[in-house]
């Protein structure tokens, strides 16, 4: 399985930006996405997760950003609104995802997508 983020950039406060994340390989159950990221000097953070029944963000992005999913399409977006300086880091993209029925689901990780929100 690898997942593919892109999307990131440069924007100025306020503004917005689209990160998608494309799974591939084989999925038998695709259970939980989610994006996290890592600003310069700090460890990595949850910033949004999604399964079936429930999406949760981290307090910071709520209101701000969405987290969505096409099944289907493997694809994993995160909307993001009203950007702020602070959240300026690398955004990676995760999914805990089963490759069978036997199998347990393991964490795969995408390949981080830089985000810069200039003041």
């Known amino acids: 399985v690898q997942l593919q983020a892109s999307g990131g950039g440069l924007v100025q406060a306020g503004g917005s930006l689209l990160l998608s994340c494309a799974a591939s390989?084989?999925?038998?159950?695709?259970?939980?996405a989610g994006w996290y990221r890592q600003a310069p000097g700090k460890q990595r953070e949850l910033v949004a997760t999604?399964?079936?029944?429930?999406?949760n963000y981290e307090d910071s992005v709520r209101g701000r950003f969405t987290i969505s999913r096409d099944n289907a399409k493997k694809l994993v977006y995160l909307q993001m609104n009203s950007l702020k300086p602070e959240d300026t880091g690398v955004y990676f993209c995760?999914?805990?995802?089963?490759?069978?029925?036997?199998?347990?689901?393991?964490?795969?990780w995408g390949q981080g997508t830089q985000v810069t929100v200039s003041s």
């Open positions: 999604i399964s079936d029944d429930t999406i």
């Open positions: 995760n999914g805990y995802i089963k490759t069978s029925r036997t199998r347990d689901p393991f964490d795969y």
């Open positions: 390989g084989v999925i038998f159950n695709f259970i939980r």
